[in-house]
């Protein structure tokens, strides 16, 4: 589904992100870790299409297509939903009728009929009930005034609403309670299928305690150095980084 | 990717100025130029009593002393009042006794205008009073009102018909010499619309103006007077256009409200006057309007609502002196400026009586090499006791060339009262247009979907059909420019 | 407007006054140049008229028809020190009248880390020449012309300034003739310097217009606190404009403690000129009687990433009168600059007045700027929680305007200040009918 080929990218001219490698498949859940300033957070944002962020060589093909080529809107309506470690405040656009937009941009690309805000709100009603999500998400404006966990449970609405194909999330356990993560998780679980793939990108391996990934790999500078399997980030969590990063 | 992206600012591009077009009428217009003859001229034209000559002749002695504002934030050449001509109607002969005796041109122009005058076609609801450059063309539904009493009329014939009701009120809200611009207008004036309600009466319609300025170099100067008596409500909407020209056209008119007890007036307003070419900044109206309304009477209410989206200068405070007790005034307004255009614009709340409230909320929205003041007084007199205010007003930029300013006075003598002011400015981000993106929705609607959010508390004050236009008009202005 | 204002009698006095004060004082061909030059400003400004832009709010009239002696520096004053704060009596600079009286001022304290001047140097004359053409003030103006010198403390790079600078003000007052005191100032702050200031006007006597003006150039990095404290008699005019230049990542942080008289005016000028640069103004009055106090402040915001606060607070009762006339600009490229502005008024008799303008200019896109201002009295929901406490009404209300005042008063860096306004500022809302 998504196969990122020898990836070399940055901001401002710095290299940040030297040769990344990786290949996911539907189904699949891969984690993506290590220590502040590896390259992590440049990775989420030259996936999700940020326009400060370049890649200056490499490939990254989702389903047959360049994703490089494509700008953030078209990244999000061939399904790559990006959850962001920050999500942006937006006064005065209300939650459900954003969540609407979003959904009827998307129905328009499939060349399906736009959804009326009454039809809506019994899908997004729905969508809120599976993810225990209180009516007050409706009311509010986008993110506006919201705390870090409330954003973050936002963001996993529109994850549930948007059903994409590969979604990635930046940090999402960060700035969360551990009652917060827990259902941030759960959300996160029940959309899990065999038809779509998650990249869990983190710092902290207490996430995967929640959503078992079947991959993971460390990145240090701007590489991945070292992949394997659950057992893995468990190891990481008992013996630092450093264990990866200097055995490279 | 980062190439095909465009700025904020393109995105509020404005799109071709949609009126700008001018109709082939024969008209009647006086030579350039001001001076008392012209005066005694207009009022002998329009078959006056003897007390409208003398109230223009006093505001015309009192203009020729009086200098032109300079405390605004705008910039502009100075106008050569003798370059302008200050009659200019349509040619017609006699007393039009249906609107079928209207030049067919001028349907038309009303008719491209989205302006159905045609009673047939009528818009549901809505009584309409249309004035093409200075004088009153078209009044609509006049019967059905008047079987509940209610006067809707152009003012020149409220001269004929009611002398004694205009002479009661005329001035007395905006007095001949408040300021330049209102004694101009109060000398000058040709027509606008006169309403009357009767007490005890709901208005049953949406009551409607539509102004056109279609000579060039004809300046327009209208007077609108509305009075509401005892326990009487009416809804009035206004509406202005104008054609594209190279030079600068005057619009100085003057609104007077007065409200008796529990008598209300809603007045809104989406002004959409020509306002220049987008990159040079020439031509455009310059729109110094005086808009006041008088609370009279105990919990009598008045409020403004404006949608201010074009004039190359807009000059403009539709104020409120709250005299009754209990009596309440509001102002909410969206002002949006871009290309080069300039907007001085805001609200007085002059507070007499006891208990008297008054909000504002402003929302500026400034784009391109544009400018935008929100000017705003609030005054709460000695006698004032309990007075509130509360007052918001917020900007909103877009792109690095535009600027907002905010200007509010507050001034209080007594102990007893709340006033409490809020502002603030945001922007339209990158951040956020990235992050609408991201969920796969396009520019555009974000761009619109932040400016609505925006603008929202004061678009909920709006009528519905007005609300739909002025949704519509903001759009417009920024749709286009995308991709 | 210019030509017929000069032709006014209230100008001509002041012309005339400075005829002969350029009689009687010699000065040295720098601070000629000043007064030369400042003079023109003032005959080209003219006094306020009733619209005037920046004294909108604020009764000049009285003022400029007032006939004025120019100051009388020699005049013999005692007991100074009660008026000098603890800490501060090693580093103490007494202007007697307007003028450093060095034989009481007292800096051993500061001798080896502050220097203390006349106005020497060519460049300072330079700096001042600059600030002086440009003054739209015409008080100020009228101080640049009438100031008998040019105080000039100077602390250099990395200077850190161990005890707080106190600079007292103490005019003698005369009520059959009063006089004209010119203070002025200019205090250089070098890069990575610390300094703490405390200014403090008092009289013996009404019957004097104090009008002082200073200028601050604060270089980059350096850190100043300032706090101003003026308790003058009722019959004692105050103008006081506090000229700041701030360059990059350095902080100016001043509080204002105002008693109030006949006419109390705080004029802050303010630019921030390079990235980083922080200011924060806070301001408490308390007013009774006819007391007035009004404040006129511009901030510039001349470049990214600076950051404006400012905090007034007003207590009115009585006749009093209070104004905030204060704008925020902020330039074009200016991005990322934050600023704000609250202005509180607390309103307690029918007669009182309180004007406000609190402006916003905004020429940039990317920033954050917010500014509130209320004017309201004490909350009845407040007041009644406190008496059913038990708390007598008069109590109570006492207990809340002081709060109220009090939280600015607070901000006040130096503790000898608080205590001191703790009984003599806030000591005036423990009045009977509050």
Redesign the interface.
């Known amino acids: 589904m998504l196969e990122i080929k020898d990836l070399h990218a940055g901001v401002d001219g710095t290299e940040i992100v030297k040769g990344i490698s990786l290949s996911v498949n539907k189904g699949e859940v891969h984690a993506i870790m290590g220590p502040n300033g590896s390259g992590k957070s440049t990775l989420a944002k030259i996936l999700s299409g940020h326009p400060a962020y370049e890649a200056t060589s490499g490939e990254i093909i989702f389903d047959g297509k360049n994703l490089l080529e494509m700008d953030a809107e078209e990244r999000s309506l061939a399904g790559v939903f990006m959850g962001f470690q920050y999500p942006v405040e937006v006064p005065g656009v209300n939650n459900a009728e954003f969540l609407r937009m979003a959904h009827n941009a998307r129905r328009v690309k499939a060349g399906e009929e736009e959804v009326d805000p009454l039809d809506f709100d019994e899908l997004l009603s729905e969508k809120m009930k599976m993810l225990g999500m209180e009516k007050k998400y409706k009311e509010r404006n986008l993110n506006d005034g919201f705390s870090g966990g409330e954003k973050k449970k936002n963001e996993i609405l529109q994850m549930a609403i948007l059903e994409p194909k590969l979604s990635l999330l930046d940090e999402t356990d960060s700035g969360l309670d551990i009652d917060a993560l827990r259902i941030v998780s759960e959300g996160v679980n029940k959309l899990r299928s065999e038809n779509n793939a998650l990249i869990l990108i983190t710092h902290y391996q207490r996430l995967l305690d929640y959503i078992k990934p079947d991959f993971v790999h460390v990145l240090s500078q701007g590489k991945i150095v070292k992949s394997g399997d659950k057992a893995l980030a468990i190891e990481l969590e008992s013996q630092g980084y450093d264990w990866v990063t200097t055995a490279d | 990717?980062?190439d095909?992206?465009n700025s904020v600012s393109d995105l509020l591009e404005d799109n071709q100025y949609k009126y700008g077009f001018t109709t082939d009428v024969e008209s009647e217009t006086f030579a350039k130029g001001l001076n008392e003859d012209v005066v005694r001229a207009i009022s002998k034209k329009k078959n006056e009593p003897e007390f409208m000559l003398n109230f223009r002749l006093k505001a015309f002695a009192k203009w020729k002393t009086m200098k032109e504002p300079a405390w605004p934030n705008v910039h502009y050449p100075s106008i050569d009042f003798q370059n302008i001509s200050y009659y200019s109607a349509p040619k017609k002969k006699k007393v039009l006794e249906s609107l079928d005796e209207v030049d067919p041109e001028v349907m038309r122009t009303f008719e491209k205008l989205g302006i159905p005058l045609d009673e047939q076609k009528k818009l549901a609801n809505v009584a309409v009073d249309a004035v093409f450059d200075s004088v009153s063309v078209a009044t609509t539904h006049k019967k059905k009102l008047m079987e509940q009493g209610i006067i809707f009329c152009p003012i020149s014939e409220a001269l004929q018909d009611y002398p004694e009701l205009v002479e009661e009120y005329l001035g007395t809200v905006v007095p001949v010499g408040d300021n330049y611009y209102a004694a101009l207008n109060s000398a000058v004036f040709t027509d606008g619309s006169f309403v009357y309600i009767p007490p005890d009466t709901i208005s049953p319609m949406e009551i409607s103006t539509y102004f056109r300025i279609n000579t060039e170099e004809t300046g327009q100067f209208e007077r609108t007077l509305i009075i509401c008596a005892e326990n009487s409500y009416v809804s009035y909407l206004e509406g202005c256009t104008a054609p594209q020209f190279d030079t600068n056209q005057l619009h100085a008119a003057v609104v007077e409200l007065v409200t008796m007890d529990n008598a209300e007036i809603k007045y809104s307003t989406v002004q959409n006057w020509y306002a220049g070419d987008k990159e040079t900044g020439k031509g455009g109206i310059y729109n110094f309007v005086t808009k006041r309304g008088k609370c009279a009477g105990d919990n009598s209410k008045i409020s403004w609502t404006q949608v201010e989206t074009g004039s190359a200068i807009t000059w403009k405070y539709p104020s409120c002196i709250l005299q009754g007790d209990n009596s309440s005034g509001e102002f909410y307004s969206v002002a949006l400026t871009n290309g080069h255009m300039q907007a001085d614009t805001g609200t007085k709340m002059i507070h007499i009586g006891k208990n008297t409230r008054s909000s504002i909320i402003s929302k500026g929205i400034s784009a391109d090499h544009s400018s935008n003041s929100y000017r705003g007084q609030v005054r709460i007199g000695?006698n004032a006791t309990n007075a509130r205010n509360y007052s918001q007003c917020d900007?909103m930029?877009?792109?690095?060339?535009?600027?907002?300013?905010?200007?509010?006075?507050?001034?209080?003598?007594?102990?007893?009262?709340?006033?409490?002011?809020?502002?603030?400015?945001?922007?339209i981000?990158?951040?956020?247009l990235?992050?609408?993106?991201?969920?796969?929705?396009?520019?555009e609607?974000a761009i619109e979907?932040?400016i609505?959010?925006?603008c929202?508390d004061v678009f909920k004050q709006l009528p519905m059909e007005f609300a739909v236009e002025a949704q519509k008009l903001l759009t417009l202005k920024l749709e286009d420019s995308v991709g | 407007m210019s030509e017929t204002i000069v032709e006014s009698t209230e100008e001509t006095a002041f012309l005339d006054l400075h005829k002969k004060f350029v009689e009687e004082n010699k000065s040295s061909s720098a601070l000629s140049a000043i007064h030369e030059s400042a003079l023109s400003r003032f005959e080209m400004l003219g006094f306020p008229h009733s619209k005037h832009e920046m004294y909108t709010y604020v009764n000049t009239k009285k003022l400029a028809a007032t006939t004025f002696a120019v100051s009388n520096p020699s005049a013999k004053i005692d007991l100074i020190e009660k008026h000098i704060y603890s800490g501060c009596e090693n580093s103490c600079l007494v202007f007697v009248n307007g003028v450093l009286d060095r034989s009481l001022s007292k800096l051993k304290d500061i001798e080896s880390s502050v220097k203390i001047s006349s106005l020497e140097e060519k460049s300072d004359t330079d700096t001042l020449l600059e600030s002086v053409e440009n003054e739209n003030d015409v008080f100020a103006c009228l101080t640049n012309a009438f100031c008998s010198d040019v105080t000039v403390v100077e602390v250099p790079d990395k200077g850190q300034v161990a005890v707080p600078i106190q600079a007292l003000f103490v005019s003698t007052g005369n009520t059959s003739l009063p006089e004209m005191h010119s203070p002025r100032l200019l205090w250089k702050v070098g890069k990575l310097a610390e300094v703490k200031v405390i200014e403090k006007f008092v009289g013996m006597q009404e019957g004097y217009f104090t009008n002082m003006v200073e200028d601050w150039r604060v270089a980059e990095g350096a850190g100043v606190v300032l706090t101003q404290v003026q308790s003058d008699p009722f019959g004692a005019w105050n103008f006081h404009k506090t000229r700041v230049h701030i360059k990059r990542n350095a902080r100016f942080h001043s509080a204002n403690a105002s008693s109030g008289s006949v006419l109390v005016h705080n004029h802050f000028e303010v630019r921030l000129e390079e990235e980083g640069a922080e200011v924060i103004l806070n301001g408490v009055s308390v007013l009774k009687g006819k007391e007035q106090v009004h404040n006129f402040i511009r901030i510039h915001h001349e470049a990214p990433q600076c950051i404006s606060h400012q905090h007034f607070k007003n207590v009115i009762n009585d006749e009093g009168r209070s104004s905030f006339d204060g704008t925020v600009i902020v330039n074009q490229g200016a991005q990322l600059t934050s600023a704000n502005q609250l202005i509180n008024n607390l309103m307690l008799s029918d007669d009182c007045h309180a004007d406000n303008k609190p402006n916003l200019m905004i020429f940039a896109d990317d920033v954050k700027c917010a500014h509130g201002a209320t004017i309201g009295q004490i909350d009845e929901d407040q007041l009644f929680y406190l008496q059913t406490r038990g708390l007598s009404k008069k109590f109570a209300k006492e207990l809340l305007t002081r709060s109220f005042a009090e939280s600015i008063v607070q901000t006040i860096q130096f503790s000898e200040v608080v205590k001191e306004l703790s009984n003599t500022l806030l000591k005036k809302l423990e009045v009977e009918n509050v």
């Open positions: 990717m980062s095909e992206q000695k900007s930029l877009v792109g690095d060339k535009s600027s907002a300013h905010t200007f509010p006075y507050i001034e209080t003598a007594n102990s007893s009262v709340q006033v409490e002011h809020e502002a603030a400015t945001s922007k981000s990158e951040d956020q990235f992050y609408f993106e991201s969920r796969g929705v396009s520019r609607n979907a932040v609505s959010g925006f929202k």
